[in-house]
């Protein structure tokens, strides 16, 4: 496996920011995102709504149609399944959805920046993009990789500096200088 280059250790900082706020807001919006379908499509069936008839911030009731079983709410198409909103104004659980799915779009370029300056193999990114569909694991997975990139490169630049210095005084002490020749 090659191993970065030192020219792209400040890349790969960069990159690692940028990869730790993206786990983190996609990691939130997750966790928003699963408390919004548990409301929706569990027994309170509720949706929350900004602005329209119910005033600032409310939550609407979703009508589940007759035929609707709990399977059928978690099926594609929903076997015939209609679920049908009584509420009016900005609908915030379709933009939790929406946000999530945009964010999770960013986190996959952050995965993919760190996994590419790092040069880890491929199951590596696919672990850290299961991070952004996996309730919590963006969170242990950004904790995780912050630490093993940061000490990568401290052993790495310590490496070379020690192998930098070294070189020049092993010189000098076995081979004299001209100036100390004369």
């Known amino acids: 496996m090659p191993e970065p280059k030192a020219a792209s250790f400040p ?15 996609t990691g939130v919006m997750l966790l928003l995102l699963l408390t919004e379908m548990v409301v929706k499509y569990g027994p309170p069936h509720l949706e ?34 209609t679920l049908t909103s009584t509420g009016n104004g900005l609908n915030l659980s379709m933009g939790i959805l929406v946000a999530h799915g945009w964010f999770y ?13 790092m040069r880890w193999p491929f199951l590596r990114f696919i672990l850290l993009a ?15 990789v912050a630490h093993e990139v940061r000490a ?6 310590a490496a070379e500096a020690s192998t930098g210095v070294a070189a020049p005084q092993d010189l000098t002490s076995s081979t004299p200088s001209p100036e100390g020749a004369r």
Do not use: T
Request: net charge positive; glycine share 14%; charged share 10%.
């Open 11 to 25: 890349a790969i900082r960069g990159a690692l920011k940028f990869y730790q706020i993206a786990s983190i807001i």
């Open 48 to 81: 929350l709504f900004a602005g329209g008839s119910g005033g600032a911030l409310w939550f609407a009731q979703v009508i589940v149609g007759d035929n609707c079983h709990w399977f059928s709410l978690f099926v594609p198409g929903g076997m015939g399944c």
């Open 105 to 117: 779009v960013v986190y996959l370029f952050a995965c993919f920046r760190v996994w590419s300056l």
């Open 130 to 144: 299961l991070g952004g569909v996996v309730p919590f694991l963006s969170f242990i997975m950004e904790i995780r």
């Open 152 to 157: 990568y490169l401290a052993k790495r630049e």
